[in-house]
């Protein structure tokens, strides 16, 4: 063909890339090389992960320590502040208001809980009104200050640690704080076997505490002029709502002593009853029904007392509708002469 152009036999066109790339392209892909450095730098890397690991174990193992030793703190602080308020509850019905009591009654409880009080921790409790505002330290040996209705405990103590050298510090403060108080309850509406005694409106307003049977208090103190202490429970003329008549059985004195003893049915009372007052000397009936009350249910009075000691008659303080209490363990009269011990009701 003309204007072709012929290849001499032999003769190859050159297709391939020059030698310098081809050298180039061979030495970094070529099968077999190695990349320098490599083995150093992954055992580099795995040390750093690995410290990273530990510390980051030791974190959540000393984390999960310290809020395992803070929820004991403050079951703990929980409880003493409960068992404190309960002591503080007693203290006011009985009108005794002794302090070490009611530190006692929060220490006891800490105790049990297992919390060492006295050696690593301590407890903190202070009175608060019903405001939460604080009155004074618990313990302190003062009587328990009278707008006491709360007590705030705070429960303390050092916690070893693991990470000093990050921290700084070899422990770290632990600290739980507990508040208990009194809320005022709902009067009832009636009030079933109730006591029959009675005192004036203005003492039990005041919580004050006096000897029901000088019936010269009322008057000089109160302004109630010819008060007698003593209730007719079954008197016809009684009304009210709530009112039930007691058990009559057919003489006075017979009647107010069934009525203090617990074992037979003094009626019920209500908000608003309209009762008779029994005018005569029952004082040592009333008395004698108290004793077999206390002697029959192993109560006490406020300061531990059984109702057995001497005397002529006991007093009675007023501060709420008469609730005896319990003790832990009942204990036997130790007078010679029941009929003579000393009666002491808790209101």
Same mark, same amino acid.
Request: glycine share 12%.
């Given at each position: 063909?003309?204007?072709?152009?012929?290849?001499?036999?032999?003769?190859?066109?050159?297709?391939?890339?020059?030698?310098?790339?081809?050298?180039?392209?061979?030495?970094?892909?070529?099968?077999?090389?190695?990349?320098?450095?490599?083995?150093?730098?992954?055992?580099?890397?795995?040390?750093?992960?690995?410290?990273?690991?530990?510390?980051?174990?030791?974190?959540?193992?000393?984390?999960?320590?310290?809020?395992?030793?803070?929820?004991?703190?403050?079951?703990?602080?929980?409880?003493?502040?409960?068992?404190?308020?309960?002591?503080?509850?007693?203290?006011?019905?009985?009108?005794?208001?002794?302090?070490?009591?009611?530190?006692?009654?929060?220490?006891?409880?800490?105790?049990?809980?297992?919390?060492?009080?006295?050696?690593?921790?301590?407890?903190?409790?202070?009175?608060?009104?019903?405001?939460?505002?604080?009155?004074?330290?618990?313990?302190?040996?003062?009587?328990?200050?009278?707008?006491?209705?709360?007590?705030?405990?705070?429960?303390?103590?050092?916690?070893?640690?693991?990470?000093?050298?990050?921290? *700084?510090? $070899?422990? +770290?403060?632990?600290?739980?704080?507990? %508040?208990?108080?009194?809320? &005022?309850? =709902?009067? !009832?509406?009636?009030?079933?076997?109730?006591?029959?005694?009675?005192?004036?409106?203005?003492?039990?307003?005041?919580?004050?505490?006096?000897?029901?049977?000088?019936?010269?208090?009322?008057?000089?103190?109160?302004?109630?002029?010819?008060?007698?202490?003593?209730?007719?429970?079954?008197?016809?003329?009684?009304?009210?709502?709530?009112?039930?008549?007691?058990?009559?059985?057919?003489?006075?004195?017979?009647?107010?002593?069934?009525?203090?003893?617990?074992?037979?049915?003094?009626?019920?009372?209500?908000?608003?009853?309209?009762?008779?007052?029994?005018?005569?000397?029952?004082?040592?009936?009333?008395?004698?029904?108290?004793?077999?009350?206390?002697?029959?249910?192993?109560?006490?009075?406020?300061?531990?007392?059984?109702?057995?000691?001497?005397?002529?008659? *006991?007093? $009675?303080? +007023?501060?709420?509708?008469?609730?005896? %209490?319990?003790?832990?363990? &009942?204990? =036997?009269? !130790?007078?010679?002469?029941?009929?003579?011990?000393?009666?002491?009701?808790?209101?």
């Amino acid at each position: 063909m003309s204007g072709a152009r012929r290849i001499a036999p032999g003769k190859a066109r050159d297709c391939q890339p020059r030698g310098s790339h081809l050298q180039y392209l061979s030495g970094r892909f070529a099968p077999g090389a190695q990349a320098r450095g490599e083995p150093g730098q992954v055992l580099i890397i795995g040390a750093v992960s690995l410290t990273a690991l530990l510390v980051l174990t030791a974190v959540v193992i000393n984390l999960g320590s310290y809020f395992v030793e803070r929820r004991a703190l403050q079951n703990a602080a929980d409880a003493a502040a409960l068992a404190a308020v309960g002591r503080l509850a007693e203290e006011h019905v009985s009108r005794s208001f002794r302090d070490s009591v009611v530190y006692q009654a929060a220490m006891t409880l800490a105790l049990q809980n297992q919390i060492d009080v006295g050696g690593t921790r301590q407890l903190q409790a202070i009175y608060t009104d019903s405001d939460g505002a604080a009155l004074g330290a618990v313990g302190m040996g003062s009587p328990v200050p009278e707008p006491a209705r709360g007590v705030r405990i705070t429960l303390s103590g050092p916690f070893a640690t693991i990470l000093s050298p990050l921290l *700084g510090t $070899a422990s +770290v403060q632990a600290q739980a704080e507990a %508040r208990a108080r009194l809320l &005022r309850a =709902p009067f !009832p509406a009636s009030w079933a076997n109730p006591v029959p005694l009675a005192v004036p409106l203005a003492a039990f307003d005041a919580a004050a505490s006096f000897d029901l049977y000088d019936t010269s208090i009322a008057a000089s103190s109160y302004g109630v002029a010819g008060y007698e202490p003593f209730l007719h429970l079954a008197f016809p003329g009684n009304a009210g709502a709530g009112y039930t008549p007691a058990d009559d059985f057919s003489e006075m004195h017979t009647n107010l002593q069934f009525w203090s003893d617990g074992a037979h049915q003094s009626g019920a009372l209500g908000l608003g009853s309209q009762v008779a007052i029994a005018k005569g000397p029952y004082g040592p009936d009333v008395r004698a029904g108290l004793l077999d009350n206390v002697r029959r249910q192993g109560l006490v009075d406020g300061n531990g007392a059984s109702g057995c000691g001497g005397g002529k008659h *006991g007093r $009675a303080h +007023v501060t709420r509708p008469g609730v005896w %209490r319990k003790p832990r363990a &009942r204990r =036997p009269c !130790p007078c010679a002469r029941p009929q003579h011990c000393d009666c002491r009701p808790t209101h």
